[in-house]
């Protein structure tokens, strides 16, 4: 069995939430002030002072707002040191999403829609959020037309392939941040449903068809420790990020 990775939580990103969810890993990760094997941060200018540091991985812990065309050098600085950096975006990187990803996209052939919509506290970037939830999903978002947006929320049109997406958020201090991925065909359809990502609930993962609605086992761990993992997966076994800065600079830009 090989050591656990030391980790140094820097800045920002030094939060009880992430020492919690450090504590249910301890085989793979053992924190540390400083010095970190990899490092947690948060922003873009904290990420950028991590690089200068070169640890053998990085974890940003939440998609930003920002340039595209400087997230794209941060993440060709990153390849060049030989850094992985996992974006910790706050849905795409869900366990049941990704147990579904193959049956979703083989039936995206077939969807005439998907919708994603979302209630989330002030202050969160879920547009971006969502588009990371859609590229993990069913591939990347194009033709990304933004209909409404303001304080509370937004309204916007895509296309995952060839079908229409409909993607809608409303910003709200009350209650859990929750989201949901729909799509519907005439012989599937989905329905995966996200609850607070602060918690281990598991999302609620239905595929119905002709011979009714299944239900895919629950998976108890939230898209924050499945991103932990794909850190330590991508530092010791060099697995590819599942979200990545080039992921997240393409999503930025279908927002200029």
């Known amino acids: 069995m090989t050591a656990p990775l030391t980790v140094t939580l820097a800045g920002d990103a030094d939060r009880p939430a992430l020492h919690a969810t450090l504590a249910s890993l301890p085989q793979d990760f053992r924190p540390v002030a400083t010095g970190g094997d990899v490092l947690a941060v948060a922003g873009l200018d904290a990420l950028t002072k991590a690089l200068a540091d070169r640890p053998r991985g990085i974890l940003l812990t939440g998609v930003t707002t920002g340039a595209p065309g400087r997230v794209h050098d941060l ?10 950096v996992v974006v910790a975006a706050t849905w795409a990187l869900n366990p049941a999403l990704t147990a579904a ?23 969160l970037p879920v ?29 916007a049109h895509a296309r995952a392939g ?14 859990p941040a ?12 989905w329905r995966v449903s996200f609850p607070d990502p602060a918690t281990a609930s598991p999302a609620d993962v239905v595929r119905s068809d002709a011979d009714g609605e299944h239900r895919l086992p629950a998976l108890y761990e939230n898209a924050a420790r499945a991103s932990w993992r794909a850190l330590h997966a991508a530092v010791t076994e ?11 600079a393409d999503d930025l830009r279908l927002l200029l």
């Open 162 to 175: 060839d079908v229409p997406v409909h993607l809608a958020a409303a910003v709200s201090p009350w209650g």
């Open 75 to 84: 993440a060709d600085r990153a390849a060049e040191a030989g850094v992985p």
């Open 238 to 248: 060099g697995a590819a990020p599942p979200y990545r800065l080039h992921d997240l």
């Open 127 to 155: 547009l971006v959020d969502q588009l990371a939830l859609l590229r993990t999903a069913l591939g990347p978002a194009t033709a990304l037309e933004l209909l409404q947006s303001d304080d509370h929320g937004h309204t």
């Open 101 to 123: 990803t193959g049956t979703l996209r083989r039936d995206l052939g077939q969807a005439a829609l998907v919708e994603l919509t979302a209630t989330v506290p002030p202050g």
């Open 178 to 189: 929750r989201a949901r991925l729909s799509l519907l065909g005439p012989a599937a359809q």
